[in-house]
Every structure is written in C-alpha cells, then in structure tokens.
C-alpha cells in the first residue's frame, strides 16, 4: 500500500516542469541520514522536489515523518522550502537540511 | 506558479530611491494603532496569574473564590484550553507555554487566567486563586542542566542523536553535527592552533511594544482577534488549532507593530484572550506588563560554546571545530543546531565539524530572536578567528579574506554555495576609511563577520486599480521594517506610476489567501515577489481593456511607462491610453481593474556582512562607549535605501546591548530578577554613535529585481566584532557576554 504522505504528494500537478526524471544524489544531514538506515547519500530517480519527497518516503518510511513536518532542499546551495514543483538539474548537488525558523 | 522571478538586470524609476514613508505621519502623531489601542464596546480586562516558581508541580488549582468576586465573568485554567494539538508535539509545547497543565516549569509560567470588568478587579481575582505547587528543585544553567546530576524538567525527553540509544532520561533533547572532511587531520597540519570556552547569557529581543490583544468570541463560534503579531495567518492558524475552530471562522487582524524580531512568531497571550472571551460571552483585551514580557515571552538561548581553529604559517585555516551548548528553555528547539549550521558559514574549509546540544532549563521559552542562534555561535567563532590571526601575525581582515568562503565552495553546514558576498563585503571593510582610522589611548578596533540563511515562503497579494487611477496594495506580511513603502514602489515600478499613486496596507485574514508570518528576512523579499506577479497581472487586464476600447487584438497593445501603447505604424494615430485613463472607464470596458498574486517565494539567497567597530574602555571602571561603527551588507537590490540602512543600524544597535549591557539575571530561587528595562539595559540613543552603513548591491538570481533579504543578518558580527574591539582595547580576551563593566573589570585584573 502506498504510504500516506506519497498519496499526498502524487497529484498530477507539476507546474511547469514536465520533463524526465533524472537520477540525482541526494546528501542528507546528520540526523536525516540516521532515519535513512544511517546512509548519508541516497540516489533517487526524480524530476521535482515533489517527487523526490515522494520516492524518499517510499523508499525509506523512516524519513515521512521529517517530510511532513518539512524539509528543506538545498540546490546548487540555493534553499528551496516550499517550491515544490522546483526541477532538479542534471549534475546539480541536492542537498537536505532542516527546515529553520527565523526571527 | 506561473511566475518566472528570475533577476532580469532591468534599470529602475522608482526602486532605490527614498520617499517618505507611508506610516510616518501616524506614528509620531501617536495616530498609529498599536495592539493595546483597539477597543471593543463591553470588553472586559484579562489578567494571567503565573507560577512565582522556578519549577513545580501543580497539586490543585483552587479557582472558586476569584469566581465569586463581584465584577469577574470568567477564570480559566489549562481545563479550558483541552488538548486538541493531535499528536504535534511543537504546538503542544505552545499550548503548555500559554497555560500550564501539569508543572510550572518557570518563574512566570501561566498557570490561570481571568477576565473582569476592569483591571483592579481582574488583579484581585488573581489574589484569590489558590494554587498548591510542589516546588521541585531546578536548573537555569546551560551548562549545569547538562550534568546527569542536574533536576530533570522533563522524564519523557530521552537524548536524539546519539549514536548509542540512551537508557535514562536526560534535559539534552537532542545532538546534532555537521562538517565535512577530517578535522583531526587538518589540526595535524596546522602550525598555530587557536581553543577557547565562550559562554553568552540570555538576552531578550526587546520589543518596546509589549504583546497586546483583543479577542471577541461571538455565541454563533466565530470570532475576532486584533493582536500586535508578525504573522497574523499563522496566530489565526495557532488560535484556531489549540481552541478547536474553524480557521475560516476566526479573523485575525495585525495592529502596528512595535518590534518583533522574532519574539512575536508565535502565541502567547492570544489563546488565553480566546479562551477567557468565549467563556465571558464578552471581548477580551489581554496586554502584558513589561515584567510579563521579560519573564514570558520569548527570551533568546544562553549558550556555552567551545572553539578550536587550526592554521599554517601561512593563514590559510586547515581545520575547525565547535561544540555549542544552547538553552531551549523549557521545551525542545532547534538552536544549538542553527548555531552549529551558522558557526563556520563565512569561511572555505576542508575540515570543519560542529556539534550541537539542545539543553532545557526552568526558563521562559526559548524564541527567534533574528537571525536565531548565528551572532553567538559568530562570537565565539569570529573571536577566535581574531586571535588565531594574532598568532599568526595576520592583519585580520587579510585573514578572513583568505579563508573566505566563496562561489563553489562547500559550506560547513552542507551544500555547494553559489555567487555570494562575504568576499566584497570583506574588501569593503578593508577599504573603508574606519580601518584606517586613528585609535587613542585605550580605544580598540574590531571587526567581524556574520552569515544567515534568508527565507521566502507563503506569499498571497491584490492589487486593485480604483476608477481615479490610484492603486490599492492588500499584502499579507506583516509590515516590521518598512515593507509597506517598499512594496509600493515595487507596485509603481511595475506599473509605471508614481508612488504616491501607490497606497499599500497589511490585510486582515480574512481578506486574502494564507501568507507566511514575516520572518526569515522575508517580508519584502517575497511580498515583492508577489507584487510584481500582481502588478503584471493587473497590466495584462489594462491592456485587454485598451485593446477592447481601441477594438485591436490585446496582443498589439504594449505597456509601457504607465500607458497603454498600440503597437504598429497601423496605429500610428492613436494616442497613449494612460492607467488613469483605461481606469476612469472600466466600469465600461468589463469592471474592476485588479491584479492577484498567490505563490512561494523560494530562493531568498544567503548573506553575508562585515562589522567594523571602535570602543574606548574605562580601564578603571570597566565601563565602554561605542566610538565608531561601520555595517557593510549586501542587500541584492536596496528597494528603499532608507529602510535597508534602517534595518542594518537596528541590527547593529541590538547587538551592541547584547554585546555591552543585556542579560537575564537569575536568583539563586530560579526567579528572574531584572525584568524590566531600568535594570535590563537596552541602548537608548545616547549610548550609540552614528551608525555608518555601506550597502552593497550584488542581485540575487532568484528575483526579479535582484532582492535579498536585510533584516536579521546586521545583528550577527556585533556581539564579535564588539568582543574583539574591547579584547584590543585591554589587551584580554573577552569571552563572556555581555561584557558589563563588572566582566570587563574582573578581565582586567585576572590578567595583572
């Protein structure tokens, strides 16, 4: 059965981005790594944020619940928070942080 | 989102001048509305009893004899506000910090609420509720909460992060790391290696305007609230969530505000208000005192931190480490390790790692405080930093220009930066006339670096054209900085009109789609954002109407420079439709005029400042006196000169009383001893030189206009740019803040 959060994320709405997906390298940070079965790199076939949040949390359940909480996605060291539809570069470095606050 | 916000490097009109600002006039004639100045008809006066201890069990809440006092309509305890957070632990830990449930867990912690006909009446029913506390022993000590000998504030929080599970319970909630590389290879490669303790006492953001609300509960369910917030969607969404409503139903909206910084990001008091309204059937208007605000409300962490720097004789840095030890208060945070992400940002290193501890202790509720966590996390850093290239013989800012991070190189909390600015930024210093100014006797320069993230977010805003050409702007981020001047100028760039055409406000939520609270640096960056979508939005309309009274295709119709222009020797005899005039006729050519705009705004880009800072101290007193200070920031794009120099002074001046004077003073009794400003020392003008300011312009990408954030970045290098001029100053190195004169004097004569 598919989890929750991915039935969530698998709507067909991808913004402008409707090309094919890549396989990008994810790095995770520390604590994120930990729930990933303590890898600090994973590879994931996506086109968008949204798909990458979806096949992260299919492929490893322990991450869904810092997904629903939020995550932020660090490519090419730019921060994306909420942009879900953001397509992922080939080559480009993706990168997981913690979502912050600010003041 | 159908909006492209890449920078397209346009000249301008109207950005980056420096009009006069839309809410001035209100302000200093005392017209403004702040939260404490909305009255309702029959609104009664709300009261918080708060625990006078440290840390205690709550027995029993007596509440009956303040309920049989002639004049009061409602008393309230944590029975009145159930918990309805379903499993969110942050919100449950907010809904605990505005009511307690079970322990008190700091001097100041709500524990019952009334609402009376008046003030004296509301401060008698307080007197006549009984609480029955155990008190329990405490802890207010960053680094003393951390010993396993140390009262547990919480038996269920069992240390995150560890690579071993922990099998008993512990006031650290959690570890983080970050880095990269090998350190311990890097320190063997180093010829001067530089290991310091810093610790910085708890400070508050400050606010001159206390937290203040109004809040009306109607028998049908719905309800108002007018509240002093920096995000009115996001309180709308807190109230609803926590009392059980519809978020539809419950219309937030945001006063003036008196500074924020932060500390207004979350609820406090408006909940309460909800709560003691809908029991009284009548409005509640809810203001805390100054003592309120300063035992309450969101408070800064105290930190301990470690640092240790490596370098060859060379200057060039060959490894890093920190441990930062930061207090949450009493409930989980993430500050330890926004100080462990920020710490090393400004600089390039092969080998970096930080390690964050998040600690409780029977303190108020750790809050933002902007840029959350980096200036403490930079003192340490930038203080060893200084005296690292002292060692070496370095001038510092040729140091730090070395080892400066730059395009392509990996930051010590993770990804690959792009184009940044601590490069120019350090050049700027460099040149600036301050550097080469001379010093008298007594007197040390400083300077330091500071880095922070930046934010975008949620962003919904109308545009709407009234039938006289003048334009409405309806935003939905709370204006702290200015943003309401800005973001009229963006509208008239855009539309290619004056800005005094322009009249911006903040609506209420009721009247536009969710927007983020204005945090993270965000407010003009992404409003601007989504005022430019509206903008263009609005102008595809005009043109429709000008090719509609024209009777061409809408596609031969440009915009330019506020007109309508057909396109085309065909239309070579018509004249310029202007806004005014495709205005004046809408009500025949399809309506109302308007421009909507709903999307996120991502990509705010990092930044990055540099400090430059003179003090002179009274080696006999220990007392300082700021003598000069430069901020030199990268705006991206400045939409408003003014504001953004506005923005980087306040910076500077709040972290000149973190540095100098601020801190929370603790008895041995776990009871705040100094909560108010005579005896919490705030700078006031006098206290502050001229705040000199060079704004660089280096645009950021991912904006139309090259805009980045400004607004927190500035208090990040003062606390060690400061440190660093009082350390030259005396000949000590200064390692504690704040650096009151009894510290300073204490320094002194340890060294003698």
């Known amino acids: ?103 | 989102m159908n909006f492209d916000p890449r920078y397209s490097g346009r000249s301008f009109t109207s950005v980056g001048t420096r009009p006069i600002r839309p809410d001035g006039v209100d302000k200093v004639t005392g017209r403004a509305r702040y939260g404490a100045d909305f009255n309702m008809a029959g609104q009664l006066v709300g009261r918080v009893l708060r625990s006078p201890h440290a840390h205690a069990k709550i027995r029993k809440i007596d509440t009956s004899k303040a309920e049989k006092l002639a004049g009061v309509k409602a008393v309230i305890t944590a029975a009145d506000l159930p918990d309805l957070t379903d499993g969110d632990a942050a919100m449950y830990d907010i809904l605990d910090n505005c009511m307690a449930r079970t322990k008190a867990l700091y001097d100041g912690h709500a524990v019952a609420a009334v609402a009376a006909v008046d003030a004296r009446t509301a401060r008698q029913a307080l007197k006549l509720i009984e609480v029955d506390y155990e008190v329990l022993p405490h802890v207010v000590d960053v680094d003393e909460a951390m010993k396993h000998t140390a009262p547990l504030l919480n038996d269920a929080i069992f240390t995150e992060g560890l690579e071993e599970k922990p099998v008993k319970p512990s006031n650290v909630t959690k570890r983080t790391q970050y880095g990269h590389g090998d350190i311990h290879e890097g320190f063997g490669q180093a010829d001067f290696v530089v290991e310091r303790s810093f610790k910085t006492e708890q400070t508050h953001q400050g606010y001159i305007e206390p937290h203040a609300c109004v809040a009306s509960v109607s028998s049908d369910g719905t309800a108002d609230l007018w509240v002093c917030t920096q995000g009115h969607f996001v309180y709308r969404q807190h109230c609803a969530q926590l009392l059980g409503m519809e978020a539809s139903k419950l219309r937030v909206t945001s006063s003036e505000i008196g500074g924020g910084f932060g500390g207004k990001t979350h609820v406090w008091a408006e909940p309460v208000a909800l709560a003691l309204s809908r029991k009284a059937g009548r409005p509640v208007k809810l203001v805390m005192t100054r003592d309120e605000v300063f035992r309450a409300s969101g408070p800064t962490s105290a930190t301990s931190i470690d640092v240790r720097i490596g370098a060859r004789k060379d200057g060039t840095i060959t490894a890093a480490e920190a441990t930062l030890r930061y207090s949450c208060g009493p409930y989980a945070g993430m500050w330890a390790e926004i100080g462990a992400m920020t710490a090393f940002a400004c600089y390039k290193l092969d080998n970096v790692r930080t390690v964050g501890y998040e600690v409780l202790v029977n303190r108020p509720k750790t809050a933002a405080y902007r840029a959350p966590s980096a200036p403490m996390a930079a003192f340490a850093v930038e203080s060893a930093v200084d005296e690292l290239a002292k060692e070496i013989g370095m001038d510092p800012v040729e140091f730090r220009i070395r080892n400066a991070a730059q395009e392509g190189t990996r930051s010590s909390y993770g990804p690959v930066y792009g184009p940044i600015g601590i490069g120019p930024t350090l050049e700027a210093a460099k040149n600036h006339p301050h550097m080469k100014a001379p010093l008298g006797k007594n007197q040390g320069r400083g300077m330091a670096c500071g880095f922070w993230f930046n934010f975008g977010g949620q962003t919904c805003t109308d545009l709407n054209i009234g039938m006289d050409g003048s334009v409405s702007l309806a935003v939905g981020t709370v204006d702290v900085g200015g943003s309401r001047a800005s973001l009229s100028l963006v509208a008239a760039e855009e539309l290619g009109i004056d800005y005094g055409q322009v009249k911006a406000v903040v609506a209420d939520t009721s009247s536009l789609g969710y927007n983020d609270m204005t945090d993270g640096s965000r407010g003009t960056f992404s409003s601007s954002m989504a005022t430019i979508s509206a903008a263009r939005n609005a102008i595809k309309t005009l043109r429709d109407r000008a090719a509609q009274t024209w009777d061409i295709p809408i596609d031969d119709v440009v915009w330019e420079k506020g007109h309508a222009i057909a396109k085309g020797e065909k239309y070579g005899n018509l004249a310029a439709l202007s806004l005014k005039e495709i205005a004046a006729a809408s009500g025949k050519t399809g309506g109302p005029i308007a421009g909507h705009s709903e999307l996120v705004a991502d990509g705010a880009g990092v930044s990055f400042a540099t400090h430059i800072c003179d003090i002179e101290v009274d080696p006999e007193t220990g007392s300082t006196r700021v003598l000069r200070y430069t901020v030199v920031q990268d705006a991206g794009k400045a939409v408003h000169p003014t504001y953004v120099e506005g923005q980087y002074q306040g910076g500077a001046a709040q972290g000149i009383g973190w540095a100098l004077n601020e801190e929370y003073i603790y008895g041995k009794d776990g009871r705040l001893q100094n909560p108010g400003f005579l005896d919490y020392r705030i700078p006031v003008c006098s206290d502050l030189p001229m705040i000199d300011t060079q704004i660089l312009e280096i645009p950021n990408p991912n904006h139309p206009y090259g805009v980045r954030g400004v607004g927190e970045t500035s208090i990040v290098p003062p606390l060690a740019a400061i440190a660093n001029a009082v350390s030259n100053a005396v000949g000590v190195r200064m390692t504690h803040i704040p650096m009151s004169p009894p510290r300073i004097l204490a320094a002194i004569e340890a060294e003698r």
């Open chain 1, 1 to 103: 059965m598919m989890p929750k959060s991915a039935q969530r994320f698998s709507d067909k709405h991808h913004g402008p981005n409707e090309g094919l997906a890549l396989m990008v390298e994810v790095t995770l940070w520390g604590s994120l790594g930990a729930l990933a079965g303590g890898k600090s790199k994973v590879e994931i076939e996506a086109k968008d944020i949204r798909e990458l949040f979806r096949k992260l949390a299919e492929q490893y359940p322990g991450l869904e619940p810092l997904i629903e909480k939020g995550i932020a996605v660090a490519i090419d060291g730019t921060i994306y928070r909420d942009t879900w539809s953001k397509e992922l570069p080939q080559g480009a470095e993706i990168f997981l942080l913690p979502r912050l606050a600010g003041g």
